[in-house]
Structure formats: C-alpha cells, structure tokens
C-alpha cells in the first residue's frame, strides 16, 4: 500500500482539475480566433467586403487565453510536485496555498474582465 494514498490521490485531482481549466481556457481561445477566419472567409465569399467588422483584439483575445492557460499548468505543475513532496515529508508543514490561489483567481478574474470587456466593445461597435 503506498503511504498517504488518498493524499496523494486527492492531489493528482486537483492537479488534473486545474489541468482541464486550463484545455478549456485554451479550446476557447482557439474557438475565438477560428470564428474570426470564419467571418473572414464568409465575407471574401459572398463579396461583401467590410460588411463583419474585424479587429485584432480576437488575435489578442486568442493569445491572452493560451497564454494565461500555460500560466496555470505552470503554476498547478508546481504546486502538484510542491505538495507531493510535502505530503511525504515527515515534518509538520503548515498548509498555505494562498498566494497560489489568489494568483491564478486574479488570472481568471482578469481574464473575465477582459473577456467582458472585449465582447461589451464589440457589440457597441455593431
């Protein structure tokens, strides 16, 4: 039996939690830019040119998701490798993962923001 399995096991979760926000925080991103080529596209086919407004915010939009993306799996990597030493270490360690979560909160929160921001910006335009 390995020690502190369920430690162990509930660490991998999380890791793989964070893992998964941030597959979806990236298809997102992917999904934003692939509908710009779409309109693109739709507009040089029907010969409308400038009939769908295009800006490069979708672009920068894309990059800030896998970006901030690969700033969680960055940030959750070392966490998991942190704790799970922890988790077998013989000492006692005061548990502290504020400054983890609050950072990866604010990268979302900023995230949405912009994200609201982004989308308010384009239906004004409209």
Known sequence: MIKNFTDHTANLRTYLAWIRTAIAIMAFGFIIEKFDIFLTYIEHSLGNEGHFYH???????????????????????????????????????????????????????????????????QVVKH
């Open 55 to 121: 800006f490069k915010s979708a672009e920068v939009v894309s990059l800030t998701l896998f970006i901030v993306s690969i700033i969680i799996v960055i940030i959750s990597t070392f966490q998991f490798f942190f704790f799970q030493k922890t988790i077998e270490s013989e000492k006692t360690v005061k548990f502290n993962a504020t400054k983890t979560v609050l950072l990866i909160s604010a990268l979302i929160v900023l995230l949405g923001v912009f994200l609201m921001i982004y989308i308010g910006f």
